[in-house]
């Protein structure tokens, strides 16, 4: 039996719709270069509290693992404190860490165009997999990025995304694991059983993934000091300020791409 139908009532479409973020402020500068606001304040802000706990957690890090200093005169440990004062500010930093990379998560919501990133999307790949043969030499279709390229983008998920989800949860794990019945340690009891089932496994994970964060370090600041040489366009100095000097043509470019 056939169901009767009113055609006077027309049939809705529900679209769910990503949400699009702000496109970055441009300040014309002549008839062919523009200012392009790229890195917002909360971006540069996250970038050097960033760069100066990983600085201060490596070297903390690597002396509590491996202490490389002693004080001058034997004596009582409590005199001098040197490791006392050491897992202190380890510990410390690793709470800052902690807040600012929360911030940054809920800046890449709320942030411009630049401050956000989506790997969801096919074309993230095949850009990105066009910028790993521009840097190989070979022949590509690299175009050219106001922001991050998307291979730089994927290199900030693996390292500052997931890696610094990994440092933080065996973090927390090695230093509440001595009050196993606290409520903190409670807490991140599971972490043991995700990485291993035993302290010296979180441990390696940690100093792996830290040596991790160093050698992104190395290669992310080389490779900022080599496109602010390539592109003459302010890379080095938008860090600071947050603008880039670009061409007005390819400012419009990437927007209508988009």
């Known amino acids: 039996m056939s169901v009767p139908t009113n055609p006077k009532i027309e049939k809705e479409t529900v679209k769910v719709v990503w949400k699009k973020s702000r496109q970055a402020k441009t300040i014309p500068l002549n008839d062919q270069m523009v200012k392009v606001y790229v890195w917002e ?3 540069r802000i996250f970038h050097w509290i960033n760069a100066l706990s990983i600085f201060i957690l490596m070297i903390t890090g690597v002396f509590i693992g491996r202490p490389f200093a002693s004080a001058s005169i034997q004596e009582e440990a409590y005199y001098s404190y040197l490791m006392g004062w050491a897992r202190y500010i380890h510990f410390f930093t690793a709470f800052v860490f902690t807040i600012n990379l ?5 800046w890449v919501y709320k942030g411009n165009e630049h401050a956000t990133s989506n790997p969801f999307r096919l074309s993230f790949w095949k850009e990105a997999w066009e910028t790993v043969k521009y840097y190989l030499f070979l022949k590509n279709k690299k175009k050219h990025y106001i922001g991050h390229n998307p291979l730089a983008q994927l290199s900030y998920w693996i390292f500052i995304g997931l890696g610094s ?12 694991e001595p009050q196993p019945e606290s409520i903190y340690g409670k807490m991140f009891m599971w972490v043991a059983h995700l990485f291993g089932g035993d302290s010296f496994s979180v441990r ?5 993934v830290a040596w ?4 992104f370090t190395v290669v992310h600041v080389y490779m ?9 366009n302010g890379t080095m100095s938008s860090i600071f300020t947050g603008y880039k000097i670009e061409r007005k043509e390819e400012v419009l470019g990437e927007n209508n791409g988009k």
């Open 204 to 208: 390696s994970w940690h100093h792996l």
């Open 102 to 106: 929360a911030v940054r998560w809920y």
């Open 212 to 215: 991790g964060f160093m050698v």
């Open 165 to 176: 989800i990994i440092m933080i949860l065996t973090g927390y794990y090695l230093l509440f």
């Open 224 to 232: 900022a000091f080599r496109e602010d040489y390539l592109q003459r």
């Open 41 to 43: 304040l909360p971006v």
